[in-house]
Structures are given as C-alpha cells and as structure tokens.
C-alpha cells in the first residue's frame, strides 16, 4: 500500500491527503500516518514552503500565514523506490 | 551475546525492576500487565484508575523516558486458570503488576519511547499487553497493534473514548473487532470508568488462557516470503532467547538500524557480508511489509467501523467537496477574491477619501504656519508637498489596506487560503504549468522579493527560471494598493470589480506567458507533492488583528522611510532647478521626453513619471502623483478620458517590479542577461498592453 501511494504521488499532480485517501480506499488518518512513515523512512520530503529571503522584504509578514502549510515532495530515495518498484513487477 | 548486553539494561539499579522481578517469582497471584498505546488515546488515565495512589513513578534504567509502575488488586467473581493449572474456588484475588509503557506510533528503533517499549516487551515478556486504541480514530492504534502482534506477549485491545467516537458518528463494533483480530476488543470510557470489569476479565481470561486467542497478523507479501526465509535460516543459529529469530530477520528486512547493530555484533564476518547483500537489493522491502501492514489496518477498520459518508462527516468535508472542487472551487476563489476587493473598496474608499482631506487640510494648515514664522518657500514647499503632499498621501490608504489585510487575514485563519492554493494549482497544472511554481507564486501576493526567492523550492533550473520571470506578474500587496487608490480615483463605485478584473488580467497573463514558455523550454521532469489541508475552524480575532498589525506596521515602516525618501526625491526632482514651477522642473524634462509615448496611452507627463518612481517602490506611483498634482484624485479622473484611465491601471499592473524584486531577480538567477529579459518583457508587455486598450477604447468609446 505504501509503493501504490508513491506511485499516486508520483502521477505529478498535486494531491490532498483526502484525494489520496479516496484514490488507495483507506481513511485521511491512515494516509496521513503513511506519509508520516514516509518520510520518516526518506521516500517524501517535508518541503519549506516559504524561501529563506523573507528577511529583504518589508512586506514579509504579508506571507508569514503561509508558514503554516505543510507541503511533501517525493525525494530521490522515493523516485527510485517507484523505478526498482516497476522494475520488479515488470 | 545479543541477549546478555541488551538484559543488562533491564537489571540496572532500578526499584521498579526488582520489584517486577518480585513480582514474577511470587508467581500464582501476580500478573505484570504492560499498557501501551500512542500518546493521548486516555492510557494514563487507565493506568491512573487502576492504580490509584499505588504508583511508584521513576525513569526507566539510564533513560530520561519516564517510567510508571503501579498495583491493582482484584477480587474476580469467576474462576480463572492460570498456566493451564486447574479451576479454582469461587473467587480469585489476583495482583496485577501495571506498567506504564511509553506513549509510541510504532515499534521501530526511530524512538527511545519506541525502543524502550518494545524491549520491554522483549526481555520481561508481560503476561498481557493491553494495547489501547483511540475509537475515534482507530486506524491510528492499529499499526501500533500490528506491531505488538509480532512480539511475545499476548495482547488485549481497549477500544477507550467510545464516547467521543460516538460523538463524531464513528460506529464502531468491537464484536466484529474482535473476530477479525481474533483477540479480546473491549470498549471503554475510561473517564468514566465504563468497561473496567471487562478489560480485567479479559487480562485473565488471555492469561489464563482460557480465551481462544489466536490473533490474525499482517502476512508479508510473496514477493519477500523467499527472502525472509533466507534471512532466518542465516541468523537462525545466532539469535537466542528472548528474541526471536523471526522479528529479528524482519526487523532488519525493514531496515531497523538497532537490530542491525546487534546483529552485527552477533555474526561472523562472512555472515555479515552475505546479510549485507541481502538487505541492499531489499532495500526498500520496509516499503512492502509496512504497507501489508496498513492493508491489514484498512481491512480491519473496513470490517468494523462504520463511518458517516464522505460528505457529511462534517463542515471541513462539507465545504472542502466544493472548495476544492476543480470547477466549482475556481469559481468560488474568484468569487471570494471579487468579495474582498469589493468589501475592501466599499469600506475603504470613504475612509480614505476623509484622511485624504485631513492630510491635505494638515498640509495647508502647516504651510501656512510656517510662512507665518517666516520658515524659507523652499522648506514649507518640500513640508507640503515633499513629505506630506507624497509619504503623507501614501499613509492616508491606511484604511485600504487595513480592511484588504483583514480580510485576507480573516481567509487565512479560516483555513481557506490553503483551499485557495490547492485550487490555484490545480488550475496552472491545467496550463501545464509547474504545479510547484505555485507556493512562490502565491507568495508573490504580499511581496514579489520572497517569490522570486521562494523558487529555490523548485529543483529543476528551467521551472525556477521561468517561475522567477513571471513571478513580478503576481501582484504584491503594494501593487494591489496602488491599483485599489488609482481604481477608486478613476472608477469610483465600480472600483472593486474593475480592480478584481486587474488581478484576473495578471495571472491571466501569467498562465498564457508559462503556456508560452513551457512551449519552447524543455518539459522537466514532473512536479510532486502532497498538500495539507488544515480543517476550517472559526477565525480568532487575535490571529486576525496580530496579521493585520504585523502587516500595517511594515507598511507604515515602508512609508516612513523608503517612500520618504523618494517622495522628497521626486519633490526636489519637481521644484529643481525653477524653484517651484513644476511645468519647469527636471522632472517635467524627464516626463516630456516620454511624452511621445504616453500620448499613446493618453497619458499626460506626471502619470508617466509617477510610473518610473514605482520602480523604486510600488507605492512610490500614489506620492509622485500627491507631489505633483496636490489632489491628484480630482485632477486624474478630470484630466484622463476613461480609456485613458483603463490603459493606466493595465500599465501600472503589468509595469516593471521594485527595484528590490529586480535584485532578487539577478541574485536569483545568477544572470544579468535573464533579469534584463524578464524586466524588459515587463516593460514591452505593459507599454503594449497600455497602448493597446487605449487605442481600442478610444475606437469603441470615441475617446
């Protein structure tokens, strides 16, 4: 279940845990806590939603509520997960 | 070996270790009961009500983790047996030895709360885990479950908090629980004390074997069967008791670094290396055996627990089955985003149009006390004009864009602006847009610097490059500023849709330039991510007024000094060299020398100039207008034809960025060559737009 939810992720279009929890069959709570696991294990990546340049701009706090978001990437151990993963049923 | 180091720790200096040494030599009466559970699912108050005042709290041996013990004595109606002995009286006493194991998610070795459980269970083999689960959310417990399943111990399962699961319309049924995991389920409120009878006749039961228990683990998949297989028969005459040669191989198959280093320890070299083999072209097994896992998990939660429909589970499904809807929740943005500039300009406007006469009426007032103490023209002209008639006139679109803060602010706490996202890129994957380019973007909106900055988020080199050229299209908040004070001055009441029709034209005009690039720039690899979506919940006035200080204040800071300056900048540029008459100033040369070009737009020479300030920054555009014009809301909607006044908005809209973005802009991308090409397509593109609504507008209109 965890490999059909990297490939999901890995389909490129942005996803909500709630639309990953329709497409694999299974509650937002346990989408949630694979992608925990996930990343924990290095196949996601927590992104940094904001760039680290804030501090030039005056007008900063503008996008301070944007901090809150909690983004993942698919990371490099992740993407060859899904190649080895193709590789072995193919 | 890998037993007597890891014991070691057990038989550490700790009271409570001997005392559940003790406890297991008096053997008959006394059953150690280990409670584990993730954090919050109510173990600590199971324990707390089974122990009472009899606790002994400490640490566990040599961890700051810490570690509760406790006692309950039980005085059960039935008879029990215990390790196949026989029936016995009426009733039976029994002590319990209560542990209170760590709160953990899982059994991996990632934490010492982690570690500590299941070594705990490992060494002491408890006479029964009882696992607790939250019934609201059971799914989160059960991979917990699936775990303590693979240890040596038996387990029964406390379903705690039926009351709230009840509550959010979560059935649950711990009978059918109960036959698919095929070990005791007993539900529980532990605050109320409901279900504590049960739990305990359960404990006995499981140890006294007199309950069929015979739990249903997750299976491992085919595809590691065979290598599970090898690992066993490779450990198997290294790993004795109390681990178990099985947990061990699939412990290291998931690649649990704690086994490995015990193993490690364990083996022979030639051992090792063919373990090493094993384990690299297995590396991502964790994959296949956590994911059986949470197939177990879902297949158990799909036999017992009933959920409501998706669609009425609450206000967040409710609302999200629409926000996030690909049509309907584009819809429903635009339709909010008209709303707030709307409401922005309804409420605004008026304010605006009464501090603009406070100014103005300060500026007199000021003007005429210093000609009274005889201060030099000069100096009362630079008061004035400079500083008030600019910096001062900047300051009076408080009110704007305290409400535009506010609302936005409002929208944030609300947990729509994450919708809003989530749609937005829906839309640029639409146009075949980088999906990641979006969070910069969306920054963009209150400052162009952290957008362009922002794109470091991106990896690939060519979706940055094009994400950092259009991001100045995403109106920042300053811009958004200006365009709401020119549009209320030009188009009075219906200054909010035409201000919302700007914002649509920008990123109308962004998707349809990244069609265009992505055209000619090689397709990169695909852009994934997960987004979060918060739930909704009722907005804090707090969260609101700190976001709308926050934001006034740094507007303010920006007013007092970079606007400052280049208002008595544009000031000096208008009175210098004829000593007041502006028709004579350099600034007029400059604007003269465009004139050419603003007569194509119908534009007469200031707004021009007022354009070229705003290249230092946005708002720069309102004081060059206050410097030059006094009241420059009466003078621009008199002097400019409607066509004129449109085409004004489109090139303020679509005009080169700050100078500050353009810094971004080359530190950025490193190249002098892509920032003159993203600030000169800015440039052709707002000239062009410009000249090209007032032509047509002048055409349809007549001028």
Same mark, same amino acid.
């Given at each position: 279940m965890l490999q059909q939810l990297l490939v999901l992720i890995a389909e490129g279009e942005v996803r909500t845990q709630r639309g990953l929890a329709e497409a694999l069959g299974v509650s937002e709570a346990l989408v949630l806590q694979m992608i925990d696991q996930l990343t924990s294990q290095g196949y996601l990546a927590m992104a940094d939603s904001c760039g680290s340049g804030c501090e030039g701009c005056g007008l900063a706090a503008a996008c301070g509520a944007q901090h809150h978001l909690r983004l993942w990437t698919l990371a490099e151990k992740g993407r060859r997960a899904i190649l080895n993963g193709n590789q072995g049923t193919s | 070996m890998l037993h007597h180091r890891?014991?070691?720790?057990?038989?550490?200096?700790?009271?409570?270790?001997?005392?559940?040494?003790?406890?297991?030599?008096?053997?008959?009466?006394?059953?150690?009961?280990?409670?584990?559970?993730?954090?919050? *699912?109510?173990?600590?108050?199971?324990?707390?009500?089974?122990?009472?005042?009899?606790?002994?709290?400490?640490?566990?041996?040599?961890?700051?983790?810490?570690?509760? *013990?406790?006692?309950?004595?039980?005085?059960?109606?039935?008879?029990?047996?215990?390790?196949?002995?026989?029936?016995?009286?009426?009733?039976?006493?029994?002590?319990?030895?209560? *542990?209170?194991?760590?709160?953990?998610?899982?059994?991996?070795?990632?934490?010492?709360?982690? @570690?500590?459980?299941?070594?705990?269970?490992?060494?002491?083999?408890?006479?029964?885990?009882?696992? /607790?689960?939250?019934?609201?959310?059971?799914? @989160?417990?059960?991979?917990?479950?699936?775990?303590?399943?693979?240890?040596?111990?038996?387990?029964?399962?406390?379903?705690?908090?039926?009351?709230?699961?009840?509550?959010?319309?979560?059935?649950?049924?711990p009978h059918v629980l109960e036959a698919a995991l095929g070990l005791p389920v007993i539900p529980m409120v532990a605050t109320r004390s409901e279900g504590v009878r049960k739990l305990l006749e359960a404990v006995l039961a499981v140890a006294g074997h007199t309950y069929p228990y015979e739990p249903r683990r997750p299976t491992i998949l085919p595809a590691h069967r065979e290598v599970l297989t090898n690992l066993i028969a490779l450990l198997a005459s290294y790993v004795h008791e109390p681990y178990q040669v099985d947990w061990v191989a699939l412990k290291l198959l998931e690649g649990d670094d704690e086994v490995h280093a015990m193993v490690e320890d364990l083996v022979p070299q030639p051992v090792s290396a063919a373990l090493h083999d094993v384990l690299h072209r297995h590396e991502d097994a964790i994959l296949d055996i956590a994911g059986a896992r949470y197939e177990w998990v879902s297949r158990m939660i799909r036999a017992a627990v009933l959920r409501p429909r998706v669609g009425q589970v609450g206000l967040t499904s409710r609302l999200d089955a629409v926000f996030t809807h690909p049509l309907w929740g584009t819809l429903v943005l635009l339709a /909010?985003?008209?709303?707030?500039?709307?409401?922005?300009?309804?409420?605004?406007?008026?304010?605006?149009?009464?501090?603009?006469?406070?100014?103005?009426? /300060?500026?007199?007032?000021?003007?005429?006390?210093?000609?009274?103490?005889?201060?030099?023209?000069?100096?009362?002209?630079?008061?004035?004009?400079?500083?008030?008639?600019?910096?001062?006139?900047?300051?009076?679109?408080?009110?704007?864009?305290?409400?535009?803060?506010?609302?936005?602010?409002?929208?944030?706490?609300?947990?729509?602006?994450?919708?809003?996202?989530?749609?937005?890129?829906?839309?640029?994957?639409?146009?075949?847009?980088?999906?990641?380019?979006?969070?910069?973007?969306?920054?963009?909106?209150?400052?162009? *610097?952290?957008?362009?900055?922002?794109?470091?988020?991106?990896?690939?080199? @060519?979706?940055?490059?094009?994400? /950092?050229?259009?991001?100045p299209l995403v109106p920042c908040a300053a811009r958004l500023a200006v365009t709401a004070i020119l549009g209320s001055a030009l188009f009075g009441e219906a200054a909010g849709i035409v201000v919302w029709s700007m914002v649509a034209m920008n990123l109308l005009v962004l998707v349809g330039l990244g069609m265009l690039f992505n055209r000619f720039l090689k397709k990169s690899e695909d852009s994934v991510f997960i987004m979060e979506l918060p739930l909704y919940h009722l907005p804090n006035a707090r969260t609101i007024g700190l976001y709308v200080w926050r934001n006034v204040v740094a507007f303010l800071q920006k007013a007092g000094s970079v606007i400052l300056v280049a208002s008595v900048i544009v000031w000096l540029l208008s009175y210098l060299p004829a000593g007041g008459d502006v028709t004579q100033s350099y600034m007029a040369a400059i604007g003269r020398a465009l004139e050419p070009f603003g007569r194509l737009m119908g534009l007469p020479w200031p707004v021009l100039v007022a354009l070229l300030t705003s290249f230092v920054a946005k708002e720069n555009t309102i004081a060059t207008l206050g410097v030059l014009y006094g009241d420059f809301r009466g003078a621009l909607s008199t002097t400019l034809s409607g066509p004129a006044a449109l085409a004004l908005l489109v090139v303020q809209m679509l005009f080169v960025p700050c100078v500050a973005t353009v810094a971004a802009m080359k530190q950025e991308t490193g190249s002098w060559k892509w920032t003159a090409v993203g600030v000169g397509l800015l440039l052709v593109l707002s000239l062009g737009a410009g000249i090209l609504v007032y032509q047509v507008g002048t055409a349809v209109v007549g001028g």
């Open positions: - | 890891h014991h070691r720790d057990y038989e550490a200096t700790d009271t409570s270790a001997v005392e559940l040494r003790q406890a297991r030599s008096t053997g008959e009466g006394t059953l150690v009961v280990a409670l584990a559970g993730q954090p919050n *699912v109510g173990k600590s108050t199971i324990f707390n009500m089974l122990t009472g005042l009899n606790q002994h709290v400490g640490n566990w041996p040599g961890k700051t983790v810490e570690r509760k *013990v406790g006692r309950h004595h039980y005085r059960h109606p039935h008879p029990y047996t215990r390790d196949s002995g026989e029936p016995e009286q009426a009733h039976h006493d029994v002590d319990l030895l209560l *542990v209170d194991l760590p709160g953990t998610y899982s059994l991996t070795a990632a934490s010492e709360e982690e @570690r500590i459980t299941r070594d705990f269970i490992i060494h002491e083999h408890p006479d029964v885990v009882v696992a /607790i689960v939250d019934a609201a959310i059971p799914e @989160r417990s059960l991979y917990l479950l699936s775990e303590l399943l693979l240890l040596p111990a038996p387990v029964v399962l406390v379903l705690n908090m039926m009351d709230v699961a009840e509550q959010e319309g979560v059935q649950i049924e /909010i985003l008209a709303g707030v500039f709307v409401l922005t300009y309804a409420v605004g406007n008026p304010l605006q149009g009464w501090l603009d006469g406070l100014v103005l009426a /300060i500026a007199e007032g000021a003007g005429r006390w210093l000609g009274q103490v005889g201060a030099p023209a000069w100096f009362s002209a630079l008061v004035t004009d400079g500083v008030l008639g600019g910096a001062g006139m900047v300051v009076t679109f408080l009110p704007i864009l305290t409400i535009f803060f506010v609302t936005l602010g409002f929208l944030e706490d609300t947990g729509y602006m994450a919708r809003a996202a989530f749609v937005t890129d829906r839309v640029m994957h639409a146009f075949g847009l980088h999906g990641k380019s979006f969070m910069p973007l969306l920054l963009g909106f209150g400052c162009n *610097v952290p957008a362009v900055l922002g794109t470091r988020i991106l990896d690939s080199g @060519r979706a940055r490059l094009l994400t /950092i050229l259009l991001a």
